[in-house]
């Protein structure tokens, strides 16, 4: 998978992938406080900050794998920083990364609209709420409940990871420091378009 990669793309993923691997875990405890301010609900609306690094390195790096890799990598960072969830939740960043992936593999890795990552973002909140129907015990709750978690955390996705991902990215790519990836490539022909 990485076989194609250029090195600087790898070191670029790898950086992308520790510092949200601190994000993640300092955003669990944001978690923690607001559920215990408003209700398990709490998690589903934040749920695409978990999904966010998947879509800025697809939307930078355009190569497969560059979803999936970063994702995977925040999530053993944050295990090894000390989440409580251990190492399941490698499991869960696999699971993340392989749906934001999937939105990119249907375009062949051709397009990079906003629509797509929005896309990318509500796959990885579709993949992450099917793998914790089944391991969290979703079932035992009230179908509406469940479906109310389901649109949360989806569109949670589609706004934060998918829009938010874009905005981060372009913020970068707007300072200059994206330049010779495959984000200012496309820029640029689409600029003189």
């Known amino acids: 998978m990485l076989k194609s990669w250029k090195l600087k793309e790898i070191v670029l993923m ?12 300092v955003f669990l405890h944001i978690g923690n406080i607001w559920a215990g301010v408003i209700g398990p609900l ?42 409580a969830v251990g190492p399941r939740l490698i499991l869960s960043g696999i699971i993340q990364g392989l749906g934001a992936e999937a939105a990119f593999a249907l375009t062949r890795y051709r397009h990079f609209h906003i629509g797509v990552l929005m896309l990318a ?32 955390r989806v569109m949670s996705g589609a706004i934060i990871a998918g829009i938010g991902g874009k905005y981060i990215a372009d913020g970068l790519l707007a300072t200059g420091s994206l330049r010779g990836y495959a984000i200012a490539r496309t820029e640029k022909s689409d600029a003189g378009a």
């Open 121 to 152: 973002g509500a796959l990885a909140g579709v993949f992450s709420f099917v793998y914790g129907y089944f391991l969290s015990g979703y079932a035992a709750l009230d179908p509406s409940f469940v479906a109310l978690m389901f649109t949360l």
């Open 42 to 83: 709490a998690y589903e609306w934040m749920f695409g900050i978990w999904f966010i690094v998947s879509i800025i390195c697809m939307y930078i790096i355009r190569k497969p794998g560059a979803a999936l890799l970063p994702e995977t990598l925040a999530a053993t960072i944050e295990v090894m920083l000390g989440n």
């Open 14 to 25: 790898s950086l992308f992938g520790v510092v949200f691997g601190i994000i993640y875990l």
